[in-house]
């Protein structure tokens, strides 16, 4: 069997940004390992971070679900006191004894891996993979300090990338002064936004119980999913005349049930006597919406019938239904994160001109899949793209 390969991404991603991922990225297809341990340190020895662990974790968490190469580790995170490179890489190597590692630094660290922790003894405990990160370094300075280093027993490989030019300085800059960083991933954005990280302004109401609840209860991929379906939602909101406060709101719960087995599903619809339509018991796909929008009431504590409406029917739509639901709906459809389809642009195009059409669109393009797989198309899902249609005709 060949050697387990462990990359290695440290920092205190405060908050994660675009150029954290560029690297992570680049590094995994220089093809030095097959998967890259991302790890936030908890309380770093010489600065103190502008947001908590636990959200930077999460955050981190979001953003590590674009790829699945990318693994968020709590070994640094976990760890009381003060955290350095050298027990993060014995710690790594007592869990991985047989893997061979690869530490990724810029090019301004290595200038100073010579006043790291024990640093002699760190040097051959794994590869140094470096990064291009030269504003204001000497060529010769960075030459004659790899040469000094690698005679002390370190290994060095340099890895070509084109960087994002981005620095969590920058980000939090940005964040202070109320803009939100198109540097940031998006569910990134919509973290801070929804919690005010970083001086944001817009914090919502009960939003650290909501975050830990999803969070607990949300594979990676869907905790992302919501977040960017929220802050879709909400610029969606804000362009059709929509309170963009509760699209939020509503696409960040619109999921939360998702993961609930069909018995607890069916048990929840029963109880609330949610629906009878035999369709709907059978199908996660389409009970979770019915379900959330109850799970949102009774453990989320959200009580706004409007929001509500709008979780019940993200899935298949309803005629008659709100232009917030509309919003939350589509927005589930389009969100950046979301796998491209047939139409898709088109879609994200006629979003911002007209919701009705926009959402037509959608649903009719999800009606001919549905179909075209032999699959069951929900008559709540006809009735809504017949309602649209009749709305969009008359005007
Ligand atoms: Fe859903
Ligand atoms: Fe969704």
Same mark, same amino acid.
């Given at each position: ?40 340190s ?9 947001a $908590? ?7 981190v ?19 009381s ?11 790594? *190597?007592?869990?991985? $004894? ?14 100073q ?69 198109e ?5 990134v ?29 949300l ?16 610029? &969606? ?30 048990? *929840? ?8 339509? $035999? ?20 453990k ?8 509500l409406?709008?979780?019940?029917y ?21 969100? $950046? ?21 926009? &959402?037509? &669109? ?12 032999g699959?069951? &198309? ?6 809504? *793209?017949r ?9």
């Amino acid at each position: 069997m060949s050697k387990q390969r462990i990359g290695i991404l440290g920092g205190t991603f405060d908050p994660v940004h675009n150029g954290h991922l560029c690297i992570g990225l680049s590094v995994l297809d220089s093809g030095y390992f097959d998967r890259l341990l991302v790890l936030p340190s908890g309380q770093p020895p010489h600065k103190s971070c502008g947001a $908590p662990a636990e959200d930077r974790w999460k955050m981190v968490v979001a953003a590590c679900a674009s790829d699945e190469r990318l693994t968020p580790c709590r070994l640094e995170i976990d760890r009381s006191g003060r955290i350095y490179t050298y027990d993060t890489l014995t710690e790594l *190597i007592r869990q991985f $004894p047989e893997a061979e590692l690869f530490y990724v630094i810029g090019a301004d660290t290595l200038m100073q891996l010579r006043s790291w922790y024990r640093a002699e003894e760190v040097l051959p405990l794994c590869t140094f993979l470096v990064c291009p990160r030269q504003d204001g370094l000497k060529p010769e300075e960075y030459a004659s300090e790899l040469r000094r280093l690698v005679s002390m027993g370190g290994r060095f490989r340099s890895v070509a990338m084109n960087p994002v030019p981005v620095s969590s300085t920058a980000v939090r800059t940005a964040l202070a002064s109320g803009k939100i960083p198109e540097d940031l991933p998006v569910p990134v954005q919509e973290y801070c936004r929804c919690k005010g990280l970083y001086g944001l302004s817009g914090r919502l109401d009960g939003i650290d119980t909501w975050i830990d609840q999803l969070f607990a209860a949300l594979k990676p991929g869907r905790f992302a999913h919501s977040l960017s379906v929220a802050l879709t939602a909400s610029k &969606l909101a804000a362009i059709h005349g929509v309170d963009p406060l509760r699209a939020e709101q509503a696409g960040l719960l619109h999921d939360c049930a998702k993961y609930y087995s069909m018995k607890e599903m069916r048990r *929840i619809a029963a109880e609330h006597a949610l629906t009878d339509d $035999p369709a709907f018991l059978e199908s996660g796909a389409l009970l979770h919406s019915l379900v959330g929008a109850q799970v949102a009431q009774d453990k989320y504590g959200m009580n706004d019938p409007a929001v509500l409406e709008a979780i019940r029917y993200h899935n298949t739509g309803c005629a008659g239904m709100s232009r917030l639901a509309m919003c939350v709906c589509l927005a589930d459809s389009i969100e $950046p994160l979301r796998r491209s389809y047939p139409s898709l642009d088109k879609v994200r195009a006629l979003s911002e001109k007209s919701l009705e059409r926009a &959402l037509l &669109l959608s649903l009719e393009v999800t009606a001919r899949y549905v179909v075209s797989r032999g699959k069951y &198309l929900h008559p709540r899902t006809k009735n809504t *793209i017949r309602w649209l249609r009749s709305l969009t005709e008359s005007k």
